[in-house]
């Protein structure tokens, strides 16, 4: 059985099928993970989404599959650096957020 994503197209919650990558190594810039994450890429009409949401969602689109992914590691940075440049402004959900994002992601030669 195929694992399924609840989409709501045309105001219809509808299963759509899914597919987990792991993606690891460089972000954006000069960023890097530092340890592989799995995330979850599906069809949404004319593109494609990729999702990472252990715990923290986080949403990329793209026009094919690759850029969608692509897309994520670009987003990936841009919440870590927003969480970080709010300082101690943040809820604590977001301050749990900015925790975890702290073990997954680094400055390369930070």
């Known amino acids: 059985m195929a694992d399924t994503v ?4 045309e105001g219809i919650d509808t299963p ?3 597919e ?5 190594g460089s972000l954006d810039g000069a960023w ?7 995330v979850y890429v599906y069809a949404e009409g004319d593109e494609f989404v990729a999702t ?4 923290i969602p986080i ?8 850029d969608a992914i692509a897309n994520l590691r670009t987003e990936i940075v841009e919440h ?6 709010a300082d101690t402004a943040l809820a604590p959900r977001l301050m749990r957020q ?6 997954l992601v680094r400055r390369v030669g930070a």
């Open 6 to 9: 609840q989409v709501t197209i």
């Open 59 to 66: 949403n990329a689109f793209g026009v094919t599959r690759e």
């Open 32 to 38: 890097e993970l530092l340890d592989p994450i799995s």
């Open 52 to 55: 990472y949401d252990d715990p």
């Open 98 to 103: 900015r925790a975890r994002l702290r073990t």
């Open 80 to 85: 870590l650096q927003w969480l970080e440049g």
């Open 20 to 24: 987990w990558v792991t993606i690891s």
């Open 16 to 18: 759509v099928p899914m």
